[in-house]
């Protein structure tokens, strides 16, 4: 690939573990380039003047300069760079005051990386890139606005992400938040995370309701003898990352 077609990245986040990973999985793409890294809004300002990237990655919540007011600065400057922006927070208002901004783009840090590249890909064509939740919230609101009947509600099924599925049959089977972390290389706390995720997006309370919904979604026979359970309940809130 020649460095004509490749995209050259700038990312900003005031995480420094953050940063470090999405640098880390950006590296690893054949086409894209990363620039450099900023820790706040000042910074990112002051790099994408001095470097002038095709997409700037800004998280929304930065310190000094928040990622909304960076946006507002960079277009203001007329800077020839797409902007992506990322956030914690499924908040609707806050999507559409960053488009109103000037973003062509919006992802979520609960999206998966594949999501965030394909943003980046996106955006630096100057198409608009919303992830899924993120463009199903605002074709709702559209069609509130517009008294449009909605569209039919997503099954339980499509819901969940890849992840969140292979979290379901893991649990369904019997496998404990340790056994799941070991398995799959995450920490027990992220373990955790897609649990609670998983039991929010499908309105459920325990286990054996999750186990009825996996065998009905086919996401789970229970053929295989299942591990030995933990005697403790649950998972440990307090567990490390």
């Known amino acids: ?59 929304m919540a930065m310190p000094r300069m928040s990622g909304l007011e960076a946006l507002r600065r960079l277009r203001s400057e007329n800077l020839d760079c797409r902007l992506l922006c990322l956030s ?12 109103e901004a000037g973003a062509s783009g919006f992802v979520l840090k609960d999206n998966s990386f594949e999501d965030l590249a394909r943003g980046v890909r ?10 899924s939740e993120l463009a ?24 969940l992400t890849a ?3 292979q979290m379901v049959r893991l649990l369904s089977e019997g496998y404990s938040a340790r056994q799941i972390a070991e398995q799959l290389h995450l920490s027990a706390k992220t373990v955790a995370t897609h649990r609670e995720h998983v039991f929010a997006k499908l309105q459920i309370q ?11 979604a086919g ?23």
Do not use: W
């Open 206 to 216: 325990g286990i054996a309701e999750l186990t009825r919904f996996a065998l009905r």
């Open 88 to 99: 914690a927070h499924r908040d609707l208002q806050q999507v559409m005051a960053a488009l």
């Open 1 to 59: 690939m020649s460095p004509a077609q490749r995209i050259r990245v700038l990312v900003a986040d005031d995480h420094h573990l953050v940063r470090e990973g999405l640098l880390a999985l950006l590296r690893r793409e054949p086409d894209l380039d990363v620039l450099a890294e900023a820790r706040d809004g000042m910074e990112l300002v002051r790099l994408a003047r001095q470097l002038e990237p095709d997409v700037a990655i800004v998280d």
């Open 163 to 165: 992840r969140e599925r």
């Open 122 to 131: 996106r955006v630096a064509t100057r198409q608009l890139f919303l992830s």
């Open 219 to 241: 996401l789970s026979s229970l053929e295989a003898e299942p591990p030995q359970r933990e005697t403790r309940p649950g998972f440990s809130p307090s567990a490390d990352c």
């Open 136 to 159: 199903s919230d605002l074709l709702a609101h559209q069609q509130q606005r517009l008294g449009a009947a909605p569209l039919p509600a997503a099954s339980p099924l499509e819901r």
